[in-house]
């Protein structure tokens, strides 16, 4: 998929919703077997009751690592149900030496066919590139993140005065361009997007932390949004876990339709 | 496996060798069928072969991951191959927000049973915690790393006059200690070695990037070790594909014997 496509995506639906499957066996709905098909299930009637308001699908890699070869085939089965015309991202946070990321850029781009994935920036370019090598294919580069534990490292300042994710934002632009790299910055970051969007005004952000990490919406679009859009905002346990019941479909389809209806 | 084993193993069986199951289907010697069937037999004879002188395995996941599902069995049957008093590490490189962290913990030191993983320190401490629950497991944390890339960010000098990498090292120790903590540190950085043991005395260090690219043993020795030793050195290509013929294994075991008698 490619940037006008995303664009024309994001336009008509008039949503920036990613829904997050981070489908966790120990919350499934009661109705549902606590295995590999009732996670499968679970993530069918998800994917049905959200499609009228999401944009994008993000597949949390560990939540099926977690089950083995097992979870895996979930993995595939799930992508399977996704249209087409949807953006489907591994948050995988993959990133090592050439030869290795291109083996991951294979698993996910050729044969799993995830449009994008999440990589982590530490090890530099050449753990980056071969992520780049795929046509339409793109890298969701790690800059700041959600989490506490941003404060560690990310926001650590250099003696260029920069902070480490703003290099990061600056020096990934000169491998490739906003055509086939976006950033992860968190909603809980929002009050940083201003800042950000001036070192990257044309690019795609994934805002997780949307719901149950407590982001900020309104602050995330006001700072955030360009004239184009230029978002895919995250939610993943609110929507998914909406109820325990049998009503879990009907409920993440309004949960969807709020945070869509926001956007 | 704790410090004083590992310690203990290093010492009876004279080697720092960790043999780099880089298992790559495109190089399988011509006898064995490109699939996880011929991946698993290659498995099985170069762990037979390299038994003798390698005190860890190391399993690089992306070689796995690129066969999908099959290949995750294949990840788990090579395990049952590994003897119990053998360092297993799972070359993952993974690290996200906590709740997902936890999941690949599980995945790792639970259901595959590995020793140890490697994690990436971007995201700070809270992504890096879920691993240190676990007793007698280890968190082998990215800190310089082997590729051309390390110079992007890893090497960049912060405000506080530290390289990035040495922030890692020195922060990351206020979240365990040398008996559950290891650090990453590539072969091609060997002259940072000595600086860098000044900052972790005590710790094991994985080292990579000996063999194919090109690090130096005798420098990582010189500068890496301690009294008690405190290196795992490994290996990869140079010992998997010492010969595509069907004496792929003898070659092996010669190998494997060449670089266990230089440590």
């Known amino acids: ?119 982590s920036p530490y090890m530099g370019e050449d753990s980056v590139k071969p992520f780049l090598e795929y046509e339409n294919k793109w890298t969701i580069l790690l800059a700041l993140t959600s989490n506490l534990g941003s404060q560690d490292f990310e926001m650590q300042k250099l003696a260029n005065g920069h902070f480490l994710y703003e290099e990061v934002l600056q020096k990934s632009q000169q491998w490739a361009t906003h055509k086939q790299m976006m950033y992860v910055v968190g909603a809980t970051q929002a009050e940083r997007l201003q800042e950000i969007r001036k070192i990257v005004p044309n690019h795609f952000l994934l805002i997780p932390g949307i719901g149950s990490q407590g982001g900020d919406l309104q602050k995330v679009i006001e700072y955030g949004k360009t004239k184009f859009g230029g978002l895919l905002i995250n939610v993943s346990r609110d929507i998914l876990y909406a109820s325990q019941d049998n009503d879990f479909a009907e409920k993440a389809y309004l949960k969807a339709e709020f945070w869509q209806k926001q956007m």
């Open 1 to 119: 998929m490619n940037y006008e496509q995303i664009q024309y995506l994001t336009e008509s639906k008039k949503s920036f919703l990613c829904v997050g499957l981070d489908t966790d066996l120990s919350k499934l709905p009661t109705s549902l077997p606590k295995n590999a098909e009732g996670m499968l299930q679970f993530n069918k009637a998800i994917i049905e009751a959200t499609l009228p308001f999401a944009v994008a699908y993000k597949i949390n890699t560990a939540f099926y690592e977690a089950l083995g070869a097992e979870g895996w085939n979930v993995m595939e089965k799930t992508l399977k149900f996704l249209p087409k015309n949807i953006f489907k991202i591994a948050d995988a946070k993959r990133g090592d030496i050439g030869n290795t990321s291109k083996l991951y850029a294979k698993a996910f781009f050729e044969n799993l066919n995830f449009d994008a994935i999440t990589v």
